[in-house]
């Protein structure tokens, strides 16, 4: 079982930057691949960044950089030159399959997710 905590939402300006975090819980995060999610009103939640166990990145948007820290169990999100657009919840997610990345459907774990909103 993992526990998945996001942090680091809030307003931010557009053209501005934010750095979310996302705390897992559990001696077995290093075997995870992880996942960014977002949610806006409306909308279907979409893929945003993901990392697998071994470092492997994949992206939606360049913008975005995903990475982790093992010693920390925790995954990061730095977004940049945020747009109106970005404004949504963001989702973190964990998988120990071996799966494509970019498809919500084979995460196993979710956090409860962190608002985003992006102002003019």
């Known amino acids: 079982q993992v526990q998945l905590v996001e942090s680091g939402g809030g307003l931010v300006q557009a053209g501005g930057s934010l750095r979310l975090s996302c705390a897992a819980s559990?001696?077995?995060?290093?075997?995870?691949?992880m996942g960014w999610f977002r949610q806006a009103p409306g909308k279907e939640r979409e893929f945003v960044a993901a990392i697998s166990f071994s470092g492997g990145r994949y992206y939606a948007d360049s913008r975005f950089t995903i990475s982790r820290d093992n010693a920390k169990n925790t995954v990061y999100l730095q977004m940049n030159s945020l747009k109106l657009e970005d404004t949504a919840i963001y989702y973190c997610?964990?998988?120990?399959?071996?799966?494509?990345?970019?498809?919500?459907?084979?995460?196993?774990?979710w956090g409860q997710g962190t608002q985003v909103t992006v102002s003019s």
């Open positions: 559990g001696r077995t995060f290093p075997s995870y691949s």
């Open positions: 997610a964990a998988t120990n399959t071996i799966a494509p990345l970019r498809n919500r459907v084979n995460y196993n774990y």
